[in-house]
């Protein structure tokens, strides 16, 4: 199959952007197709560059920059605003709040302009009415 990526193609995206480990036979099983027929989409979408790369995330390490954001959401709870947050891979956790804050994120990111590109992302989610950032300075 050639051509643009259609919506068996976004949701493989989608599952290997969690998990790009997980087996061909489970990937068939949630999009519904043969493993055949998976493998044939990721190697077309791999030469058509759609998939350029496999990368492993990891929290942040010694140096890099970790930061709290405070939203306020539209409603609570949102749970699409919560999953959508959660799949990010920066964030390292995310608590709901009773009070004006909603949700307290904890992001970790490689530098500031990381950082900048996440808030940006939570930032434009439908639902979130507000970001505050704080950077973590010291970890005690």
């Known amino acids: 199959m050639d051509g643009p990526v259609d919506a068996i193609d976004r949701r493989l995206l989608e599952l290997l952007r969690e998990d790009a480990s997980r087996p061909l036979k ?8 043969s493993r055949s027929s998976v493998r044939d989409r990721i190697v077309r ?3 058509q ?7 492993i995330e990891t929290p942040a390490q010694d140096g ?3 930061a709290i954001c405070m939203l306020r959401l539209l409603r609570t709870p949102d749970m699409r605003v919560v999953e959508s947050v959660t799949a ?6 995310c ?6 804050i909603d949700l307290l ?3 970790a990111a490689a530098d500031a302009a990381a950082l900048n590109e996440t808030r ?21």
């Open 95 to 100: 608590d709901a709040l009773s009070g004006e």
């Open 45 to 47: 979408m791999q030469a």
């Open 105 to 107: 994120v904890e992001v």
């Open 26 to 33: 489970t990937l068939a099983a949630e999009v519904g197709l």
């Open 120 to 140: 940006d992302r939570i930032a434009a989610l439908p639902g979130v009415v507000e970001v505050t950032t704080s950077v973590v300075l010291t970890r005690y």
């Open 64 to 66: 890099a920059l970790s």
């Open 49 to 55: 560059g759609v998939i350029r790369r496999y990368t």
């Open 88 to 93: 990010m891979p920066e964030v390292v956790r």
